[in-house]
Nanobody, 126 residues
Framework: EVQLVESGGGLVQAGGSLRLSCAAS????????IGWFRQAPGKEREGVSC????????HYVDSVRGRFTISSDNAKNTVYLQMNSLKAEDTAVYYC???????????????????WGQGTQVTVSS
């Protein structure tokens, strides 16, 4: 059974940092596209960052590029999202997801994805 469990969310002041983790069980990250998505109140869910399954390249939505970093530790089967210089507009529920389909380039920023975590709340106070 595939399971994804996010952690690391919380309340932080603007300009601060958080690191989200997504621990996986039931599969190996090395075989999947990996994505971090977020959904703010009243808004559609958007892809924030991802690792493409075709070449393990990393990609970011413009609003977080230069501030967020996605990484994976295959030995721990865990993916991270380091978030620096946080802004109030980063407030959202953050989800990690994995997809078995082969993805290329920024395609990994788009849904659909096969499996999703339960989400973790990130709140940035201004």
């Amino acid at each position: 059974e595939v399971q994804l469990v996010e952690s690391g969310g919380g309340l932080v002041q603007a300009g601060g940092s958080l690191r989200l983790s997504c621990a996986a069980s039931g599969f190996s990250y090395a075989d999947y596209a990996i994505g971090w998505f977020r959904q703010a109140p009243g808004k559609e869910r958007e892809g924030v960052s991802c690792i493409s399954s075709s070449d393990y390249s990393t990609h970011y939505v413009d609003s977080v590029r230069g501030r967020f970093t996605i990484s994976s530790d295959n030995a721990k089967n865990t993916v991270y999202l380091q978030m620096n210089s946080l802004k109030a507009e980063d407030t959202a529920v953050y989800y990690c997801a994995v997809d078995r389909a082969k993805t290329y380039g920024t395609g990994c920023l788009r849904e659909p994805y096969d499996y999703w975590g339960q989400g973790t709340q990130v709140t940035v106070s201004s």
